[in-house]
């Protein structure tokens, strides 16, 4: 099982500094853990979209290409890139290029994201929602399978024997599906064959096996292989010495965020209760010491029919830089060979 990081690059708000200087610190910290992840043998670490104060990920090709100068083996993805917002041919360009740039380590995974931001700031309806992805999606996965492309759609002028470049080192390059709770998004990815990233930050994973087995059957009925169909999970986590120091060291974070949060969407405010039950034997979250959470792992695989790979998304508790290095080291070093052996 591959095992990873996601970052949403938090923007560090303490006015002990300017915000553009925290904001210059706050990369080059995440550069920093990047590279440590890459030291520690992680497998893949993403990089998220959003366009808020809070985060600092608008560009996260940028971000990836900055990273693929410092590291060596590590896979660099977005996580996701929200494609529904996007220009098809610049995405594929500027990931063809990081691919170039890291020697075959590009990936991407494409959704249509959390927050609505990008819309209004793009110049898209929110009404066009589902239209704009599906086109979109057609669109760049014929970009990938052709150097040269005829297209036409409602959203995008039209393509006419038009060359897309650089190509990537990877042929394919990698696109996974990042879906929520959507049936319609696990069948889409099963009938195009492709890998499946499931965003799962509540309630409980094994209720996902229902949604997982529409991908499959769906896969499996339009042709593919199982080893095309793979899936992978995006978890909130966080890994500490023990199960007590991880509690400590999240929850308080993470409560001030997801109340923040919750406040724009109309969820109740965090609990100690709630977090406990999401950090139980079946809860979405990963957040406990390298064996409890190794174990979790296992469950939520299991529960699932097999998983190919796994990300943690830990900057949503303001942790220290030391904290997340001290995390990421841990589930390099402990967590993944516990997983894996």
């Known amino acids: 099982m591959e095992i990873g990081i996601d970052s949403f690059a938090a923007a560090d708000l303490s006015e002990d500094k300017s915000n553009v200087v925290n904001s210059a610190q706050s990369i ?3 550069l920093e853990r990047i590279e440590e992840a890459d030291k520690s043998g992680l497998d893949i670490f993403g990089i998220g979209e959003h366009h808020r104060k809070e ?3 608008s560009a996260p090709v940028v971000i990836l290409s900055a990273a693929a100068a410092r590291t060596k083996r590590i896979r660099l993805t977005s996580a996701v890139t929200v494609l529904s917002a996007a220009d098809p041919v ?3 360009q500027n990931f063809a290029t990081l691919d170039l740039i890291s020697k075959g380590r590009a990936e991407m995974v494409v959704g249509r994201g959390s927050f609505i931001e990008s819309f209004p700031l793009f110049g898209y309806d929110l009404n066009d929602y589902d239209e704009l992805f599906t086109e979109k999606l057609n669109l760049l996965l014929n970009i990938r399978d052709n150097e040269i492309v005829t297209w036409s759609g409602k959203f995008r002028p039209a393509l006419k ?12 390059l990698p696109i996974w599906l990042g879906v929520g709770g959507t049936p319609e998004s696990f069948i889409r990815a099963g009938k195009l064959g492709m890998p499946l990233m499931v965003a799962v930050i509540g309630g409980e994973t094994r209720n996902f096996a229902p949604l997982v087995s529409l991908y499959r059957q769906a896969g499996t009925a339009a042709g593919h292989s199982p080893e095309k169909l793979k899936v992978g999970l995006h978890s909130l986590g966080y890994v500490s010495n023990s199960t007590e120091e991880a509690i400590e060291n999240y929850y308080p974070g993470y409560a001030e965020t ?3 949060i919750g406040k ?7 609990t100690r209760e709630r977090f406990e039950a999401q950090r139980g034997p079946f809860g979405a979250y990963l957040v406990g010491s390298p064996e409890e959470v190794a174990a979790k792992i296992l469950r939520h695989s299991e529960a699932l029919g097999g998983i190919s790979r796994i990300t ?3 900057d949503n508790a303001a942790l220290p830089h030391s904290k997340l290095l001290q995390s990421i080291k841990l589930i390099g070093k402990e967590v993944a060979p516990l ?3």
Do not use: C, H, S
């Not at 024997?161 to 394919?172: E, G, K, M, S, T």
């Not at 969407?265 to 965090?270: A, D, E, F, L």
């Open 312 to 314: 943690f998304q830990m």
């Open 264 to 270: 724009e969407r109309g969820w109740p405010p965090v």
């Open 258 to 260: 997801f109340t923040r």
């Open 28 to 30: 080059e910290e995440l």
């Open 55 to 57: 985060f600092l990920d």
């Open 339 to 341: 997983v894996n052996k």
């Open 90 to 92: 610049r995405v594929f």
């Open 161 to 172: 024997n038009q060359a897309i470049y650089p190509r990537p080192l990877q042929n394919p």
